[in-house]
């Protein structure tokens, strides 16, 4: 189901039919006052059709659409068994269409179509699955108390959700926002990513589809500070649940102190040290942190962008990276064979390149690839993966989230140093450890500032395990029963017998 070989892709995604208008309360509409942007294609620099954008207004319409449907209990009100079977019926339907999905992924994001497919679409039916059967598995709580009480503790929807999500995963942080804001019995208002937009919408139409009623399930996109703003500041939202820039994130802080005072749950990025002891086994861990650093084109919260290494070890470090690096140059992201597609911008193409350029001029040297954009696809977006080595902890490239194939190497001589380099950072997303001694690998575990920690490997798990930060990287969690801890109330309810 989930394979990408045997399918003509670029004739795929010229074939695509793809939603451009509003959904609000189950219905297709232009915005309020006709506005549209025209996208382009980071694979090729194609127009794409224009979508309409929200204005404040259409906001406004979408949330008074949610909160109807919520008041209204048409999906809040159902048995959780019932909603459980929607979602599931939901994520069959994205199985269904996760061809057509992962075609309009790559074509308005830029990731390998093979990696759109076999990874993001099999994690988005994966988390919509797991929810819906998840439902009614949650069980309230009955305290121990005097013979002549009964107390009760009980989780209520907490009503309208506004969810905003990033572009580099447009689907997956998608599924991780609005299956356990859904599953509690929650409206949501989605606000897709301005250069993501295509996805969210013909997914909200799949939604429709499963049966999740008109109303549940908005989508709306639009500019940032324009449609996100009046999202957060709208007094009728009772919840937030951002991935994105710490600057973006603290911006929806200030909004909902500016309102209603609504929670806001934030992911806000990371820079995850991949600390590789001198125990370890050298090609293994060197490989798999490159990997981790070059994947969906370094565009991941979670990259292993810093490589630690023991000063010992940093030349043969080197020489490992930047062999992955040479393996890991980007294709035509709708050929199957390709390891790594565009970026997703020109905006952040030159992001990148300012970053990598800064570190060479700031004394690291570029052990491999290069400081101009690659030439891959006329038209395209694309830079071929960086090695930088040595890199002091003080830089910038090797504080700051670069969101992009480039990988730092920053030896050590020491463990304690290790840790120290690895706390360095404002985030706290992630960590990787590498070391064959089980007791180093648990006291250098506890010792890192980080909601997520991986040893001897890298992005493993499942969605039994809760993924969120610390520190500057945000708080709150996706995937597991604790996500939709965010999306609840807590009851409590004493009766006199």
Known sequence: MFTAQGTDWAQRASDLEVRTRLLIDGQWRDASDGAEVVGMSPVDGRALPAVAYATAGDVDDAVRSARHAFDAGIWSGLAPRVRGQRLIAFAELVRDNAEELAATITLEMGKPVRMALEVEMRAVVTCLQWYGEAIDKLLGEIPATAPDALALITREPAGVVGAIVPWNFPLTMTAWKIAPALAAGNSVVLKPAEQSPYSALRVAELALEAGIPAGVLNVIPGRGDVAGRALGEHPDVDVITFT??????????????????????????????????????????????????????????????????????????????????????????????????????????ERITGFVQRAIADGSHLAAGKTEPA???????????????????????????????????????SIEEAIEIANGTEYGLATSIWTNDLGVAHRTARAVKSGVVWVNCFEEGDMTMPFGGVKGSGYGRDKSLHAMEKFTDVKSTWIQL
């Open 244 to 349: 994105g820039s710490p600057r973006v994130g603290r911006a929806f802080q200030r909004y909902a102190a500016d309102s209603n005072g609504k929670r806001v749950w934030l992911e806000l990025g990371g820079k995850t040290a991949s600390i590789i002891l001198p125990d370890a086994d050298v090609e293994a861990s060197v490989r798999a942190t490159a990997q981790g650093c070059f994947y969906n084109q370094g565009e991941m919260c979670t990259a292993s962008s810093r490589m630690l290494v023991h000063r010992s070890q940093l030349d043969e470090a080197v020489r490992i990276a930047s062999a992955v690096a040479v393996e890991q140059a980007p294709g035509d992201p709708f050929d199957v064979d390709s390891p790594s597609g565009a970026i997703v911008s020109e905006q952040q193409l």
């Open 375 to 413: 030439r891959t696809l006329e038209g395209g977006t694309y830079f071929s993966p960086v090695v930088l080595s040595p890199v002091r902890p003080d830089q910038e490239v090797a504080k700051e989230e670069v969101f992009g194939p480039v990988l730092a190497i920053i030896p050590f001589d």
